[in-house]
């Protein structure tokens, strides 16, 4: 059984930060590509940033170089570092594996956390 627990949102300002966690079941984190996506309101679910077993990574345009991504291969644990929060950055954020061939491939997800970036 596939378990995602995402957790570490909240309320910021702009220019804040967060860090995101996400505790994945072994059968889902191991060995996977793990990967960060948002939903904002009114739009469809997209995706964030990935990283690989071995922590290679990449990012959506809007996020690079303000997320920085990582894994815990040990605890089976996935990361998501947000800096210089912006408002266009407020979405329910989930985590799950990659999944080349789009998101619509991917059928289990946790309940996600909520950022809200907002003055």
């Known amino acids: 059984q596939v378990q995602l627990v995402e957790s570490g949102g909240g309320l910021v300002q702009p220019g804040g930060s967060l860090r995101l966690s996400c505790a994945a079941s072994?059968?889902?984190?191991?060995?996977?590509?793990m990967a960060w996506y948002r939903q904002a309101p009114g739009k469809e679910r997209e995706f964030v940033a990935f990283?690989?077993?071995?922590?290679?990574?990449y990012y959506a345009a809007s996020v690079k170089g303000r997320f920085t991504i990582s894994r815990d291969n040990a605890e089976n644990t996935l990361y998501l570092q947000m800096n210089s929060l912006k408002p266009e950055d407020t979405a329910v954020y989930y985590c799950?594996?990659?999944?080349?061939?789009?998101?619509?491939?991917?059928?289990?997800w946790g309940q996600g956390t909520q950022v809200t970036v907002s003055s």
């Open positions: 990283i690989n077993w071995s922590g290679g990574t």
């Open positions: 072994g059968n889902i984190f191991t060995r996977n590509t």
């Open positions: 799950n594996r990659f999944s080349s061939v789009g998101i619509q491939s991917l059928t289990d």
